[in-house]
């Protein structure tokens, strides 16, 4: 049972990574915007956090730095999208390629650095529980935080006026514009919340999972969280069974090897990214469902003129 | 204050200055960069654009540099003007580097003319078939490319890993993870003495012609640029929307493919856990530079090539470290996104509006 409960435990740990990007650019598509540069922005966050915790020595106040740093350079995008009219696409990819680049250039010097990081909680008593224990009171505290941010989300969105407005953009711009809702405005806002998500899924990798800065470190994770807005058919609550599954399959990399499985390394990690391939065409096979539940200006670009 | 206006008409020539505006911004913050991290802007100008140049050896790997460049993002081009966003070039690359590869170490000793163009058809049918994954998912499953083909890479660089870590490991190699080197008649010949420069640049101009001519001259080029332009009338007019993804899918997987064994049998010449330092994406920003137009593409190859080179001069004459060569290629794209406004807009300066509350007609 206590076996069971580590296992647990240790998914909820490799899942929150995805959790905080996914959430983000669910609420970033929600307002009608398709920012693929989550990749890049989960690596500046990383790496920013990684260089705040190692010369201040706060692995929160890297959090918080790694936040603004993925809500800085969604800003970049937000600048090309929403007031340039750019395609949202080319600058998605453009803002990843800039993210890595950005973050292996400033990265450098911290590759072997060893910081103080976040660790799980250990209350006493409580975390000493048998099997609850550990299953209730042993997480990372960024784990009980995005769980938080999951909830809070999910209230926004459905029980407020505000979460509402957001939605009514993501589905008409220009019915929103009619009635005087700042459409931009509101887009800039969806947007870099995302983008602060994405850098505290980077920061949670940098100074609480791994700890540690290598370069291109998230490995994919933003491009899986953006499958896994697909996967989650815009619903935050699905956001987190989706996560916890692939933290689940990330995991079993490590698990193989613990149990002494002798395959190679490589057949194990490849196992996360087919899992998103094959997950992804099962959900999108229903072309309709996916029309009828992603937002009907996700990807176009609103202009008040045109 | 200033006002976006929607032009009548997209501008032509705002479609042309905007790579010039974006290669100018891109050096002007390259200036502000190098002033802030202490180093002189001029010396850093110096080792970034001038001293790879100043060699024959160093005009040989500008162009040796640009070929898989110009190669891949004139596939990728093709599908983009169709909507379709492959973004696993590097993956497409990397699979047509093994199968090619496959082929010279399978035949090691073999001496025959025949090797080379069979090599260099299996490295296309090994990017054709990776980009094919992709586009049979989304015309079965109408599952998204662009995270399909970007899953895709992660897959063939493991794959590719695997291999040189096992199975193909050269068994004298000291345990390095990377095969055997290849024979003579599984390597391109080389154009120009002194140089590593290689029959690759030939044949992807000649690739680049073919894709110019395709897209410009071809029934199916011209349904392929309908069905990005204006999808709803490709629909009306009957362009199959899935030989469209089809096309520019395995068109952009062929190219990749073969840039992929134009590496390993060029400037490589044995298999290592890296088949290319990320061309496949460095090349969807040629791509765009390049306006998805092949002499446009050809031009911007040579830009993106004198961007990898300078990291690598910085890195020897500066002490910066190359990773500013990514660096300099994301704030290129930015750039270019950001001048391509006035592609469909103007700028305006907006007057107050004057307010008027009289009504016509009353005083």
Redesign the interface.
């Known amino acids: 049972m206590d076996q069971l409960a580590q296992l647990i435990v240790l998914t909820l740990a490799a899942g929150t990574p995805l959790v905080y990007p996914a959430l983000g650019e669910l609420v970033a598509e929600k307002s009608g915007v398709l920012n ?1 540069g989550v990749e ?1 922005m989960m690596l500046a966050g990383a790496v920013t956090s990684f260089i705040v915790a190692a010369t201040t020595h706060s692995a929160w106040l890297g959090v918080a730095a790694g936040m603004a740093a993925g809500a800085a350079l969604s800003l ?1 995008f937000g ?2 999208t929403l007031s ?4 949202q ?3 998605g ?3 990843s ?6 973050s ?2 400033v990265g ?1 010097d911290y590759v072997s650095v060893v910081i103080e990081p976040i660790t799980p909680v250990d209350l006493p008593v409580l975390t000493n529980l048998p099997v609850v224990g550990k299953l209730l009171f042993g997480h990372n505290p960024l784990v009980y935080l995005s769980i938080v941010l999951l909830m809070a989300i999910q209230w926004f969105l459905y029980r407020t006026r505000a979460g509402l407005i957001v939605r009514a953009v993501g589905e008409s711009p220009q019915s929103a514009h009619a009635i005087g809702f700042p459409v931009a405005r509101i887009r800039y806002c969806a947007v870099m919340f995302g983008g602060a998500c994405a850098g505290m899924g980077g920061a949670y990798m940098a100074v609480a999972y791994t700890p540690l800065w290598v ?1 291109g470190m998230t ?2 994770r933003g ?2 969280a ?2 896994l807005v ?1 996967f989650a058919a815009w619903k935050p609550w699905r956001i987190l069974a989706g996560a916890y599954l692939f933290g689940g399959v990330t995991l079993a990399q490590f698990q193989a090897q613990g149990i002494g499985v002798d395959i ?1 390394s ?2 194990l ?2 196992l996360p ?2 899992a ?2 094959v997950v ?3 959900i ?2 229903d ?1 309709a469902a ?1 029309r009828l539940n992603a937002p009907a200006s996700l990807g176009k670009p609103f ?1 008040p ?2 | 204050m200033l006002k976006l206006e929607p032009r009548p008409e997209p501008s032509r020539v705002a479609g042309w200055l905007s790579p010039l505006l974006a290669a100018a911004a891109t050096v002007v913050v390259g200036f502000i960069l190098f002033t802030i991290l202490g180093k002189d802007p001029w010396l850093a100008f110096h080792a970034f654009f001038i001293k790879p140049l100043a060699t024959q050896y160093g005009v040989g790997e500008l162009l040796l540099k640009a070929t898989p460049l110009m190669l891949i993002a004139v596939g990728l081009a093709a599908g983009y003007r169709a909507n379709v966003w492959n973004i696993g070039a590097e993956g497409q690359l990397t699979m047509g580097a093994i199968f090619g590869g496959g082929i010279a170490l399978y035949f090691q000793e073999s001496a025959s003319p025949l090797l080379l163009p069979a090599m260099l058809l299996a490295g296309v049918a090994g990017g054709m078939l990776w980009a094919a994954i992709p586009a049979f998912l989304r015309t079965r499953f109408n599952a998204n490319e662009i995270l399909t083909s970007l899953m895709l890479v992660y897959v063939a660089t493991l794959t590719l890993s695997l291999l040189v870590h096992g199975a193909w490991r050269d068994p004298e190699g000291f345990n390095f993870p990377q095969s055997r080197m290849f024979g003579d008649a599984a390597l391109l010949p080389i154009l120009v003495p002194e140089t590593r420069l290689n029959v690759g640049l030939p044949l992807a101009l000649a690739v680049v012609a073919m894709a110019w001519l395709f897209m410009r001259r071809s029934l199916a080029g011209f349904q392929m640029r309908v069905a990005g332009l204006a999808p709803a009338a490709a629909i009306y007019a009957g362009i199959s929307s899935r030989r469209t993804i089809w096309l520019g899918m395995l068109i952009g997987g062929a190219c990749a493919g073969l840039a992929g064994i134009g590496e390993v049998a060029g400037p490589l010449g044995q298999l290592l856990p890296s088949a290319s330092p990320g061309y496949g994406f460095a090349a969807i920003i040629v791509a765009f530079v390049g306006r998805l137009h092949p002499p446009g593409i050809v031009l911007a190859s040579l830009l993106m090539s004198l961007l990898y080179l300078g990291g690598e001069s910085a890195q020897v004459n500066l002490a910066l470290p190359s990773a500013v060569t990514g660096l300099f290629q994301g704030t290129l794209l930015f750039f270019l996104l950001a001048a391509d406004v006035f592609i469909h807009y103007s700028l305006r300066v907006a007057r107050v509006p004057v307010r008027s509350t009289r009504l016509p007609g009353l005083r």
């Open positions: 693929l890049g970049i600048v090309l340039l009219m750019a395609n696409v080319a600058s990819l453009a803002l390629l800039f993210g890595i680049g950005l292996a250039f450098l370069e490995a994919g491009w899986i953006l499958a697909v190679p490589q057949y990690s490849m990214y087919l998103t391939i992804l065409a099962i999108s096979r072309a996916i202009h003129d045109t």
